[in-house]
């Protein structure tokens, strides 16, 4: 992956755009510390004509009109070749939330990309062998967000900016071979928090094709709205990328994570426990609302969120509530207008397929719903008042997934099954930032316990026991894993992402 040509090129790349990269993230220090002081987000006066405007993306190529259910999962070829084959629309190889970033994952899993547009992308283990089907899932690539670096790429001595290294490795080998086998360049943009951000985006795009000899227009992307501050500016996010747009996604987990992220001070914005935290409550159902009316008056797909559930083989009873209630979530996606929506399993693929053929017939999609009955104003997005409580049973959840979690991450794998859910970075944040919110709040559960630093630290002393007596296969680094969960739990200050100091230890 990393010839001489490949290197050079990222190397540019970096040293083209790794400097606005920088002012963006400073930006966004600046907006949180505008918010810290009291400021509330609201829609951007400034750009109203962009709102008002009338305008659509460009058209996105075949392979992207349909997308009704699309898989997600880390870049190993045993997850590929399984989500590739699973029946899915799409499916997306997570470079971010769902892979370790240890150099060797990142490496093979970019070979593995072109592998898979290439059609020989194979494995074979002492019990099987794994090989593409014939009809495949059309792929997609998220790259890692703005704020991570790539501390084995150095540029003038400096680390690259993943984001930059991800895109840039993945256009170089794996765009090019997508041209070649009959498909396209298409990318998941996460983390976004302004349309500043997307425009950066665009302009990396424009330059790229242009270095690489790709027609403008090719590459194809769609913005993941998993921050509060982005959910103002959608229109902005889609105009700025409207030669490469192909939609906009719900990122729910990490949405939720940006809420506790950015009014993390506030006592009025505490949420209760992530199960009660559903897409139904006020200001998640408003923003998913704003999402697909934004989309189609756009001409863009809107996507929904994650089913996040693992079939439990051993209780088959557990199983059948839960995929009663992936039905039920994917029907109200559905029958509120999204274009397709997400799933963690290929189990749930029929599931989801089911209630979108039930809406969508033989149309690839309902772009054509504009949904002008939809009003959302700045208080519907900021809105919490909804019932909900912190228990004692929530903060054990947290704090042992949490640590369970950056265990198997610390030690490579990026998509975990915990509890029949599949936990990535997005919920382990969710679990950290939460009891740093509880903590920080003082908050006190319904049984009356206080939710204290030596109350996590005692459930973290369970925790760790619990997996020295189950022989975690990695358990050597469950010390390493309790240190950063509770370093970004129970600091005073709030660090942005747990990734930032977990990556100092991954190798």
Not at 394 to 412: D, E, H, K, P
Request: aromatic share 8%.
């Amino acid at each position: 992956m990393l010839t001489p040509d490949a290197v050079a090129f990222l190397i540019d790349l970096e040293t083209e755009f790794g400097w606005r990269r920088g002012q963006l993230l400073t930006q966004r220090e600046i907006r949180q510390h505008a918010i810290d002081g009291g400021e509330m987000p609201d829609f951007d006066p400034a750009t109203s004509h962009i709102r008002d405007g009338d305008w659509k993306v460009a058209p996105v190529p075949d392979d992207l009109e349909d997308r009704r259910v699309e898989i997600t999962g880390p870049v190993d070829a045993k997850m590929m070749i399984n989500a590739l084959n699973s029946g899915a629309k799409v499916f997306m190889a997570d470079f971010e939330d769902a892979t370790s970033p240890q150099w060797k994952n990142l490496l093979e899993g970019h070979l593995n990309i072109v592998e898979a547009y290439g059609r020989t992308l194979e494995l074979k283990t002492e019990k099987k062998h794994y090989a593409l089907n014939a009809e495949v899932a059309t792929l997609m690539v998220r790259p890692r967000g703005w704020h991570l670096t790539e501390k084995h790429f150095l540029v003038d001595e400096r680390p690259m900016s993943a984001s930059l290294f991800d895109f840039g490795l993945y256009m170089f080998h794996g765009g090019r071979a997508a041209i070649r086998n009959g498909t396209g360049p298409y990318l998941y943009l996460p983390k976004l928090e302004s349309h500043r951000e997307a425009r950066l985006w665009n302009d990396v795009f424009v330059w790229t094709q242009t270095k690489l000899d790709i027609s403008q227009g090719t590459i194809k992307a769609t913005v993941l709205i998993e921050n509060v501050l982005a959910a103002f500016e959608m229109d902005e996010i889609l105009y700025e990328l409207r030669e490469h747009a192909a939609g906009l996604n719900a990122g729910r987990w990490d949405y939720i994570f940006s809420m506790i992220t950015k009014f993390r001070n506030r006592s009025d914005f505490v949420l209760p426990d992530r199960a009660q935290v559903t897409m139904t409550v006020p200001f998640m159902h408003a923003y998913t609302e704003l999402m697909i009316k934004t989309c189609h008056r756009r001409g863009a797909h809107a996507i929904g969120g994650m089913a996040a559930f693992i079939p439990n083989r051993r209780d088959p009873e557990v199983t059948k509530q839960a995929m009663a209630a992936v039905s039920a979530d994917k029907a109200r996606e559905a029958g509120a207008g999204c274009d397709g929506t997400w799933v963690a399993h290929p189990d749930l693929v029929p599931i989801a397929m089911r209630e979108f053929d039930l809406v969508l017939g033989s149309n690839p999609n309902q772009i054509d719903r504009l949904r002008q009955d939809v009003e959302v104003d700045a208080g519907g997005l900021l809105d919490l008042d909804f019932p909900g409580d912190v228990t004692i049973d929530g903060v054990r959840t947290n704090v042992s997934v949490g640590i369970r979690y950056l265990t198997s991450w610390l030690s490579g794998t990026g998509a975990v099954a915990i509890n029949n859910l599949m936990e990535d970075v997005a919920t382990a944040e969710i679990s950290r930032s939460q009891i740093w919110q509880w903590v920080h709040h003082g908050m006190v559960t319904t049984d009356g316990t206080p939710v204290t630093e030596e109350l996590v630290r005692s459930i973290g002393d369970d925790v760790v026991r619990q997996i020295e007596e189950e022989e975690h296969p990695h358990q050597s680094q469950h010390e390493s894993a309790r240190k950063i969960f509770e370093e970004v739990a129970l600091d005073e200050s709030f660090v942005d992402f747990l990734t930032l100091p977990a990556y100092e230890l991954i190798n």
